[in-house]
């Protein structure tokens, strides 16, 4: 009986370990952690267009404040916002009513001034030959010295006269001259081609010099004006090509071309300003809000990602990081950021065609977490 048992105690104490094995087994694949669900992506080559975007308000080149330069009431003013206008053309008409009459007396006086011109003459003419006909009686001793010297000084007040009559009429001239230039004024003509942006003053107004009357535009030369991010900068030449809409054409394309970079960086948004000329063919008026960018270069293969994926501390850092998947765990690689565009980056170094990308940032990953690609 005792032989019985013991022969059955070897297979009793197998069973027993390989329960408590099993046991132990199990406990450890309860404490495992799950792999990191993850969207991830290959990465690939492809051509890159690089941009740098812009925003801002288009303005005209050519924007001129009208004032008038007379004094008086607006008789008439025809024009509306928004008509067009070459230059010289006449716009407003003030009351010239005074201006003439003023013009009609310097007129009056001008001539009176030509009349003590042609008198005065005619008195140097006959005292040059007194004082001709004083000096031959002098040699005959027909007059004495003192009757000569009376001549001679009459011939030289005669001219005197004639040189004052001279100046008369010239300042006479001169004042006709700013009198009718008054009357001139009296109708304000258009300093440029544009159109009428605003009206300022309207009929049965009175103005008064340096009175603003109305603002000129010339939406033919208009440019955009933006503020760009000073880590976009070194992308940035003059000449380059820019694309941009507004909301007045949707769906609508319009070409411009950057014309400069000013110099200074904004300290507070740390930004830049730029110009960019547009062609526009007339079609978009100044004051509209355009949204586009400038094309910063264009590459046939690239390695490309979105820079979602991408680790750095702030955008204008180049040396940054991302996680690929290897052997179904994350595996962390320093990269180098080229250019940037739509969400975009060009990645120089660290990544290759065909490396599977974790698309997207997660604190569940780091180096060595598995992971798996989700749908």
Known sequence: MFDRYFCLLPFALCLLLSGCQQKNTAAVKAVETPPVEVRVVRVESRPFTSTVAVTGTLVSRTRVEVK???IGRVLRFPKEEGDPVAAGEPVIWVDDEDSRLALKQAE????????????????????????ERAQNLLKSGGITEKDFKAAELAEQDARAQVALAQAQLDQARAAVAVARKRVEDTVVRAPVTGEIQQKSVNPGAYVEAATPVFTLVDNRRLELESSVPSADIAQLRPGQAVTFSVNSYPGER?????IEILPAVDAESRSAKVRVQVSA??????????????????????VVIPAAAVYRDDRSAKDSYVFVVENGKAARRAVRIGREANSMLEITEG???????????????AEGVKVRAGS
Do not use: W
């Open 254 to 258: 319009f070409e411009g071309r950057l």
């Open 108 to 131: 009056s006086a001008a001539l009176v001034a030509e009349a003590a011109l042609e008198r005065a003459k005619v008195i140097e003419a006959h005292s040059k030959s007194e004082n």
């Open 351 to 365: 990544l290759k065609p065909g490396d599977a990308l974790i698309a997207e940032q997660s604190v569940e990953v």
């Open 281 to 302: 063919g007339g079609r978009l008026k100044a004051g509209m809000f355009a949204q586009g960018e400038i094309l910063t270069g264009m590459q046939k293969e690239a």
């Open 68 to 70: 008038a330069e007379t």
